[in-house]
């Protein structure tokens, strides 16, 4: 059985839906990208936008560096994250957990329906990203370039330590989850 | 490689998550750049924005200043919250939301659409305009009180700004 983890999302009037978060980015996810949410997106962003986010999944899936995760509701593909662990952190080059995408669905994304349709998705990827670090020894450390528009939410919601727009990453702000922040909160959703 | 796993509390999971909640979506990865910024930054256009969001916050100040409000007095009059006045004056990177700006605008008396491109919430801003404004904020120092000529100043950019939302409206 495909692995996973039970969450809770929230409809437009704040109800609790039931979710998961699973190991692995299968086929129907790709699928569900490529016939649901890229019609959407393309409606909004630019039509000769390059993407080929399915075709790095594809040859990425089989790399044993390299962690998906799908966030489902009732068959439908909400979110995705991939994560890289074999990455050196920028405060004292152990390895630790790097997020190379972390997507929600279209009609999820604030900026473009809101109330979304299913809340808390992106927050539940980045706990999950949490977990994983923390299973593979790295102690919930993580790293990430974050787009534009949520570089505020790691700064002052995550507390992430910032590290400054890197050239090599379109002028992206890379930043890091420290240990001690993850531990504090590691503890909050662990019972 | 894996150590022991995390039993994750659902019911915890969920108070944590609504605790993290706010008016970002988290969104990461360089690949994802081209597809949801709507169009790649040149480093031109990087270094452009960011010279326009410093300019931003030193105009929120000096017009603060010129209106002889402190933060919290701002707050009360314009029902926006303090912290967010202090992000937008002190943090370039800071992306006040749509509503914040028009609550501005209609406090200042400076077309919303103005603020608007000021703070890069719209493209292509007008060369003449930013120009300006990366100048005037270049002038202005951290200073609690604004001298008679930079109110004089101030007074001047405002002016040019209503009219250049005359002159685009046409």
């Known amino acids: 059985m ?70 489902e509701c009732a068959g439908s593909t909400e979110g995705l994250m991939q994560l890289n662990l074999q990455h ?62 949520a570089t505020n939410w790691y700064r002052k919601k995550l507390d992430m330590v910032e590290f400054g727009s890197d050239d090599s990453a379109g002028g992206l702000i890379y930043f890091e989850l420290t240990e001690n922040k993850a531990t504090e909160l590691i503890d909050k959703f662990t019972g | 490689m894996t150590h022991n796993p995390i039993n994750i509390d659902p019911e915890m999971l969920w108070n944590l998550a609504l605790e993290l909640e706010d008016e970002s979506d988290p969104c990461v990865g360089v690949e994802s750049q081209a597809f949801f910024s709507k169009t790649q930054k040149s480093p031109a256009e990087i270094e452009k924005e960011s010279q326009l969001r410093k300019a931003f916050s030193a105009f929120m100040r000096q017009l603060r200043l010129l209106s002889r409000l402190s933060t919290a007095e701002l707050s009360k009059r314009t029902k926006i919250k303090e912290e967010h006045i202090k992000l937008i004056e002190e943090d370039a990177s800071y ?40 100048q ?26 209503r009219d250049y939302h005359e002159r685009t409206r046409r």
């Open chain 2, 95 to 134: 992306r006040p939301s749509p509503r914040t700006l028009v609550l501005l605008s209609e406090f200042y008396k400076i077309p919303a659409n103005v603020i608007l491109q000021m703070v890069g919430a719209l493209r292509n801003i007008d060369d003449k305009i930013g120009l300006r404004m990366v």
């Open chain 1, 88 to 149: 050196s952190s920028r405060l004292d080059g152990h390895q630790i957990a790097y997020i190379e995408y972390l997507h929600t669905a279209p009609w999820n994304r604030k900026e473009l329906v809101n109330p979304p349709h299913l809340a808390l998705v992106g927050i539940s990827l980045i706990v999950q990203a949490i977990v994983s670090s923390k299973e593979t020894g790295y102690g919930g450390r993580f790293a990430l370039h974050s787009l534009p528009g």
């Open chain 1, 2 to 71: 495909r692995p996973f983890v039970p969450i809770n999302l929230r409809d437009p009037v704040g109800a609790k839906i039931a979710a998961k978060i699973y190991d692995g980015i299968l086929p129907h996810n790709i699928a569900d990208f490529e016939t649901k949410w890229l019609p959407e997106l393309r409606k909004v962003y630019a039509d000769d936008a390059k993407w080929d986010w399915a075709k790095k999944v594809r040859s990425t899936n089989k790399l044993l560096n390299f962690r998906a995760y799908a966030v």
């Open chain 2, 136 to 161: 005037f904020a270049a002038m202005s120092k951290q200073m609690n009180e604004l001298s008679e000529a930079e109110k004089k100043e101030l007074h001047e950019f405002i002016a040019l700004l």
